[in-house]
Each structure stands twice: as structure tokens, then as C-alpha cells.
């Protein structure tokens, strides 16, 4: 284990739900994020690297638990964000880590949602975010869905336990590796691919070609339909001749070239798997292949 290393032990409760059926609980949740994502994309100064766009994964007070949350939106009393908990699944505005009013998804249809959502923006003073628009390219079983469905409220839970067990790993690899320049970014969720990731710049100059490495969790895609923890180095590496990895990590070598452990993968282990001594590993080996 790497020096100052928390223990990040993977929680029994992440056991609750196999990894592989949470896909249709994922398609509900990264519908929900959309709500977020759009007022902020109505509301706030365009950023180049989209994060105005960002979310923040924190625990509210009272009963609404881990959120997420958007980045803060400016009002004539001070500032608000749009969020949204997973357990229970709902949207929520918040004000200095209060919630000031919330609308419970379940059962509720995603334009119902959306006229809430606006009419509270406006009374603000803000934009309304509106329904989906063409740019949002969505994936398509995200595009499909029209209201939220309270069969997955397990399956929510389990979900939002593989993103808290990320953020603190995240968080703390971040917190280790501060003293790199340009170094890594804040642990954030993006809401278009819904996957949480801190990227650590290994160098300055044109992101487009500058070394860097991306650490992050997806909750499933079309590539794996499942959760999976990834570390990408970029510019992406030649497929030849890529060392052995530590368990639970194999190469992916399809539409992007990095280190993945599938949620099954970290859960099968034989040994309780520290994921934040793997990422280090890992981490460490992909600086090496970058010569960074």
C-alpha cells in the first residue's frame, strides 16, 4: 500500500445487487441528471472544458444523504444549486447545503418534472433549463425514458453506494497526488457519459496532446453494462506490448485504450480488493508507459 493510503475497502452492501442489474436503475438516474446539467447549462458562463456544467458528489443535510449536485447558480439572495439524490430519487433545490424544495421522481413523468423544475428557475429569476435538446445526444436507452419508475429503488441504492465508494477514492488519490503540476482536477461527475473522474495533467499546453491520465468510475455503458472503474492515460497507448496489471484491472482496447475493473471483477476477487492501492499501481504504471 502506497504511504499516506487510506484502506478503501469495497462495502458488503455493494453485494445487494449484482453489478449487472443495475443498467435499467443507471438509465433512470442518468435521465434524473439532466435536470441539473440543464439549468446550469442555461443559467452559467460556458466553460471550454465543461465543467460550469459539473456536478459535485456531497451529503446534504438532513435525510436526502449523497447528492449530486450542481455547480452554483447565481440569484439576487445568494446562490442555489439543482441537485439530485438517488436514495430517494429526487430533485431537489438546495441552498447552503439545505434543500428548499423537492420533488419526489418517483412514478413522475420526466416533462412533469421539467415544468416543475423551470417554474421554481423562473420564480428565481433564472432560465429555465426546458426538455432535451437535439445537442444533448443522449445514449439511447437514456433518450427513451419518460418517467421514473419506483421498481429500481434497490437497485438506486446499490447505484449510489459504487458512486460514494468512488468519490472517496477520488477524492483521495486527488488529495495524494496534489504536488503534480499541472496535477489532477476535482472529482467530478459529467452528466452526458454519467461517469465520475478526476483527471491529473501531467503536463501543460494543448489538452489535445499534453500527458495526462483520467481515473473515474462508469456505472455502465456500451461497453460494459455494468460499473467499472477505468484509468486512462492519454495520449492513448500503442495496444502492443501492455504490461500485466494488478487484479482486478485488464486492458480495454476497443474505442479507447486503458485499465479497467468491472464491478463483477472487483466483487469476484479472491482477496478484498484496495482500490485505492490499485489505482495508485496502476496510476503509477501509466505515468511510466506515458514517460510522464
Given at each position: ?138 445514449p ?31 477524492s483521495?488519490?486527488?488529495?495524494r ?5 499541472p ?43 455494468q ?31 486503458g ?10 476477487a ?23
Amino acid at each position: 500500500m502506497s504511504p499516506g493510503n487510506q484502506v478503501m475497502r469495497v462495502p458488503e452492501h455493494l453485494r445487494h445487487h449484482h453489478p449487472r442489474d443495475l443498467s435499467h436503475a443507471r438509465t433512470m438516474a442518468h435521465q434524473a441528471v439532466q435536470f441539473p446539467y440543464r439549468a446550469a447549462r442555461e443559467n452559467l458562463a460556458p466553460q471550454a472544458d465543461h465543467s460550469h456544467t459539473s456536478l459535485t458528489w456531497v451529503r446534504l443535510d438532513g435525510a436526502f444523504g449523497d447528492t449530486f449536485l450542481s455547480q452554483a447558480l447565481p440569484v439576487e439572495t445568494g446562490e442555489v444549486h439543482v441537485a439530485i439524490s438517488l436514495v430517494p430519487l429526487r430533485l431537489l433545490l438546495v441552498r447552503q447545503n439545505h434543500v428548499d424544495q423537492a420533488l419526489d421522481l418517483t412514478g413522475t413523468t420526466v416533462d412533469a418534472a421539467t415544468s416543475w423544475l423551470d417554474a421554481e428557475l423562473e420564480k428565481l429569476g433564472l432560465k429555465p433549463g426546458g426538455l432535451p435538446q437535439p445537442s444533448d445526444d443522449l445514449p439511447n436507452d437514456v433518450a427513451v425514458v419518460t418517467d421514473f419508475e419506483s421498481a429500481v429503488s434497490g437497485e438506486l441504492e446499490t447505484l449510489s453506494a459504487w458512486f460514494g465508494l468512488t468519490h472517496n477514492v477520488l477524492s483521495d488519490f486527488a488529495a495524494r497526488n496534489d504536488g503534480i503540476t499541472p496535477g489532477p482536477s476535482p472529482a467530478r461527475c459529467w452528466p452526458h457519459h454519467f461517469d465520475m473522474a478526476t483527471y491529473v495533467a501531467l503536463e501543460a499546453g494543448d489538452p489535445e496532446t499534453a500527458k495526462g491520465v483520467g481515473v473515474g468510475l462508469s456505472p455502465g455503458d456500451e461497453s460494459y453494462d455494468q460499473p467499472y472503474l477505468y484509468i486512462n492515460p492519454w495520449p492513448h497507448l500503442p495496444t502492443e506490448g501492455l504490461p500485466d496489471l494488478p487484479s482486478p484491472g485488464h486492458w480495454h482496447m476497443h474505442g479507447f485504450v486503458g485499465a479497467v475493473a468491472t464491478g463483477d471483477a472487483i466483487l469476484a476477487a479472491p482477496e478484498p480488493v484496495d482500490l485505492a492501492d490499485y489505482v495508485d499501481q496502476v496510476f503509477a504504471e501509466s505515468r511510466r508507459l506515458l514517460g510522464a
